[in-house]
């Protein structure tokens, strides 16, 4: 059933390909007829050249092809001559008659080449691939052609034409046995083919893929592929690959053991094959048809037998081999005799280069030696010059080591200024709880005369001495507590002024940078009596104590913290008689956070951020910020 659907397929379809291919010959001729533009007239004799391809007239084909030729040569229409050469090429080719297809084709490769025309050169050269595979089965020269092809169809950015050059580098791994590269090249031209969304060539990509798989053994897939092929290759009329792909069908049918079949879609390629003159394929088709009846009937296995070795006399017997042969040492000949051109006019050039620089040579030696005697006073002028410059130097030498001297001078000055500074601070830090501590000092001295009377009294109020007593502990401890926070606050000022040891501590943050806060704060009102700011903490209670160098840390708090004081003070000095309505209060805050998160950083982190309302910070020194 399946084998009468596609028959009735195949005759329908060729039925209305033969009365559609008929109506455009007829409309051709009777353009070719009115047209009185030699270019135009070669163009549509190339055009029915194609026509005429698609019929079973290929004679007819041929001889467009040739009167095209001989009008494009007479015009010398350069592009008309290539196109012809080309199909004429190919038209040989299929037919079996290989050396005049070579013959053509090396003219059309001349042509190409003369042009420097990437399009033209890749076109050949695919042809040549597809010439030495299929006809002449000379894998490795066929190789060389397809892969010269691709780089000339790579300058020309033509995805689709790249993509049908790869499909044939597949079929050619297929042939030489080369699986994995076979696979390689199918996978890559597919996907170009697929990414276009065009039909115009499903029935090339079809049919290499179904003698692909056929090779790996996956015949269900290769006979699917092949079904497809034929319908696509008879709507695109392109009857050659419809033949091979109907051999296909045959050849997997016979890997399947379903002779019937095998010999009815062989006999279906022969007919094809037949009806265009497709004589190289008939060959073929002729030897695997008698191979198939050796086993059950051998008369008609010999009559098969017998047409493959006639047909292959008059294609590939002696004359014809020796025309071979005789093309291909003409080309040779031809190739040699450019070469060796090639490499005369190469020495010509070389030999007219080495006269001229040595032209040239003789020239720079003479203004060498007429500009030798001016050098020889310049030198001597530019010797008094060094010395000059040399002396000039010393001078600077010394000036340089005064101005390092003085600079060291400077930075120590300011060094000593800003201990000055910090010791103000510190000073100030330190005074108000021992402020506290005299001021409670006192106060407990008087309790103490008034206890001591109070007992010396004959009639003593014990709840009045139990109230002096209460009043005395809580001065002490409150003594007690400012002087511990004094000497805190010096055995911190101890701290930062010794060398890091760099080694950590366990540290609380928020104490940290408290006493950073309020040491900076002191510090610039040592130096400004008038200088006010508001002083802002925002600590996180959870906060955990962490191991840190304390020192360095607290350097770090106290630069950024003197940094965003100066910003508000700066500030302040700029806002200097505005209204009322603008006063401006510097202000600095310090907050710690306690984040427990996962990112690029870390699962545990404590974020400390300064904050002042000051200036800001201008691009300049936001471009240092980083700098030692």
């Not at 046995?177 to 170009?192: C, P, V």
């Not at 290499?208 to 497809?228: I, T």
């Not at 008038?530 to 607290?554: C, R, S, Y």
């Amino acid at each position: 059933m399946r084998i009468l659907t596609l028959t009735v397929l195949f005759i329908f379809s060729c039925a209305i390909g033969f009365s559609q291919n008929q109506t455009l010959i007829d409309s051709l001729k009777k353009e070719l007829n009115n047209e009185r533009q030699d270019t135009n007239r070669v163009l549509i004799m190339l055009k029915l050249y194609d026509a005429f391809g698609d019929s079973t007239t290929p004679d007819s084909a041929q001889v467009f092809a040739e009167k095209a030729l001989e009008l494009a040569t007479k015009i010398n229409y350069e592009k008309g001559k290539f196109d012809a050469l080309s199909k004429l090429m190919v038209n040989h080719r299929m037919r079996g008659d290989n050396p005049t297809a070579l013959s053509y084709g090396h003219k059309a490769l001349r042509i190409a080449e003369e042009m420097n025309d990437p399009s033209k050169k890749g076109t050949i050269n695919q042809l040549f691939g597809l010439l030495y595979m299929l006809n002449l089965k000379d894998y490795p020269k066929a190789k060389s052609y397809l892969k010269q092809s691709i780089q000339e169809i790579e300058t020309c950015h033509d995805t689709e034409w790249l993509a049908a050059v790869e499909i044939v580098l597949s079929s050619l791994y297929r042939r030489m046995n080369q699986l994995d590269s076979m696979l390689i090249y199918q996978q890559r031209a597919y996907a170009r083919y697929q990414s276009l969304n065009k039909l115009d060539e499903e029935g090339r990509f079809t049919m290499v893929m179904g003698q692909n798989y056929a090779v790996l053994g996956n015949y269900p897939l290769a006979l699917s592929l092949y079904q497809k092929a034929i319908v696509a290759n008879q709507k695109m009329k392109n009857h050659y690959q419809e033949a091979e792909s109907l051999r296909g069908l045959a050849m997997v049918y016979e890997k399947m053991s379903q002779l019937d079949s095998t010999i009815y879609y062989e006999k279906k390629a022969i007919d094809v094959a037949t009806n265009f003159d497709f004589k190289q394929q008939l060959i073929s088709f002729y030897k695997h048809l008698a191979d198939i009846y050796q086993v059950k009937d051998k008369d008609t296995a010999y009559k098969y037998l017998k047409m493959a070795w006639d047909l292959n006399e008059s294609v590939n017997g002696t004359q014809k081999i020796i025309a071979l042969e005789t093309t291909i040492t003409e080309e040779q000949e031809r190739q040699y005799k450019a070469e060796t051109e090639r490499l005369a006019y190469q020495n010509r050039i070389k030999q007219y280069l080495f006269l001229g620089g040595l032209g040239i040579l003789l020239l720079i030696a003479f203004l060498l030696y007429s500009n030798n005697r001016q050098k020889q006073k310049a030198n001597n002028l530019l010797h008094q010059q060094k010395q000059e410059i040399d002396f000039q130097r010393d001078k600077a030498e010394k000036a340089l080591i005064q101005l390092k001297a003085t600079q060291a001078q400077l930075i120590q000055s300011e060094k000593l200024a800003s201990l000055g500074e910090l010791t103000a601070g510190i000073a100030h830090e330190i005074q108000n709880p021992l402020n506290f501590v005299n001021n409670f000092s006192e106060l407990s001295v008087d309790l103490v005369k008034d206890l001591k009377e109070e007992i010396e009294k004959p009639a003593q109020d014990k709840e009045y001495i139990g109230e002096l007593f209460d009043d005395l502990s809580s001065n002490q401890e409150k003594i007690n507590h400012h002087g511990k926070r004094a000497s805190s606050i010096v055995k911190g000022m101890l701290e930062h002024s010794r060398a890091s040891t760099g080694v950590k501590e366990l540290t609380d943050i928020n104490k940290l940078a408290d006493e950073y806060l309020r040491l900076s704060y002191h510090g610039l009102r040592a130096k400004d009596k008038e200088f006010n700011a508001e002083l802002k903490t925002v600590f996180d209670e959870n906060l955990p104590k962490i191991e840190v160098i304390p020192q360095d840390i607290g350097r770090v708090l106290l630069n950024l913290i003197n940094n965003a004081f100066y910003a508000g003070n700066k500030r302040k000095q700029l806002s200097v008689g505005s209204k009322p309505s603008e006063s401006y209060t510097p202000s600095v805050s310090v907050t710690t956070q306690h984040i427990v998160r996962k990112d690029s950083f870390g699962d545990n982190q404590i974020i400390i951020k300064i904050t002042d309302n000051g200036t800001g910070m201008p691009e300049s020194v936001r471009a240092k910020v980083f700098q030692p």
